[in-house]
């Protein structure tokens, strides 16, 4: 698919991943796209004033992709604004941190709270924009996790809502065929503000640095890396339902 002239909205596109794939949309010529943001404002308006000095007719759009509600009255805007969407990004994601042998510590409350944003907050927007997808003719691609594969991470529901993601992005691929095609990225370690908030910034360095030990090749993974495999499925025609691991190869040592 040409992303000359498109149309996109990126969920949690203010920041990190989310930012980098909207700022490689202009790059690559998409001509309007809406970063969607839940508290991060600041963020989210920075990357809009990115993405018009890039020529791309941006704006903020405000919603909490849990409430699917907010998700509905965000497409309205979106498609009042730009007629129709070619592409939806969904990036917006949450965890805590919850270590996996404290099973007591994973309340209830936690996995709706993880699992609303991470799973159902993709299939809100999914529900959403599926009638502008359709026809368009447009792509999905959701932001899935390593964790979605392996037993690690930052908590047990985290890496369930990114497995349940993995799930959603085949089941979605053959729901909305044969107009839309649906595809995941699943980062390994990202540099973003998502690890230090987690390890803070000396606790992330030196992780990073005994994880790249590890990585065949020797380095992390920035934001742009994951936006370099989004707008390569995107160009792939006959790839649907597929998940592309952006890890340096960590995956495939053990
Ligand atoms: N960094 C990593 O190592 C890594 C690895 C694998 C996968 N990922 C995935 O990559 C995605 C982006 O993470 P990141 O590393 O770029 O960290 P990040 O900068 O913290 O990005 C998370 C984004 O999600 C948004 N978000 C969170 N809850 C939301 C909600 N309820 N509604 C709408 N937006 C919401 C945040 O916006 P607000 O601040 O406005 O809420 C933020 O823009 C996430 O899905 C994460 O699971 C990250």
């Not at 939806?88 to 510590?105: C, E, F, K, S």
């Not at 691609?141 to 497995?163: D, E, L, P, Q």
Request: hydrophobic content about 45%; proline content about 2%.
């Amino acid at each position: 698919m040409e992303l000359d002239k498109t149309t996109a909205v990126v969920t949690g596109g203010g920041t990190g991943i989310g930012r980098a794939v909207a700022l490689a949309l202009a790059r690559a010529g998409a001509a309007g796209i809406a970063v969607n943001y839940a508290s991060s404002r600041a963020d989210a308006e920075e990357t809009v004033a990115e993405l018009r000095s890039l020529g791309c007719d941006a704006f903020a759009v405000r919603a909490d992709v849990a409430d699917a509600a907010r998700v509905r009255s965000m497409a309205e805007r979106v498609l009042s604004a730009f007629g129709e969407v070619h592409l939806l990004i969904n990036n917006a994601g949450t965890t805590r941190r919850v270590p996996h042998a404290d099973l007591d510590g994973l309340t209830d409350e936690i996995w709706h709270e993880v699992m609303d944003v991470n799973v159902l907050g993709a299939l809100h927007c999914a529900q959403s924009f599926a009638p502008s997808l359709r026809e368009t003719g447009g792509a999905v691609v959701n932001i899935s996790s390593i964790s979605g594969y392996r037993a690690g991470g930052s908590s047990i529901v985290y890496g369930v809502s990114k497995a349940a993601m993995l799930q959603l992005t085949r089941n979605l691929a053959v729901a909305l065929a044969p107009e839309v095609r649906v595809n995941a990225v699943a980062p390994g370690t990202v540099a973003t503000r998502w690890q230090t908030g987690l390890h803070g910034e000396a606790g992330f360095e030196a992780m990073a640095r005994k994880e790249r030990e590890r990585v065949p090749l020797d380095r992390t993974s920035g934001p742009e890396h994951v936006a370099q495999a989004v707008i390569g499925l995107l160009g792939m025609d006959m790839v649907t339902g597929e998940a592309l691991i952006v890890d340096g190869g960590k995956h495939v040592t053990y």
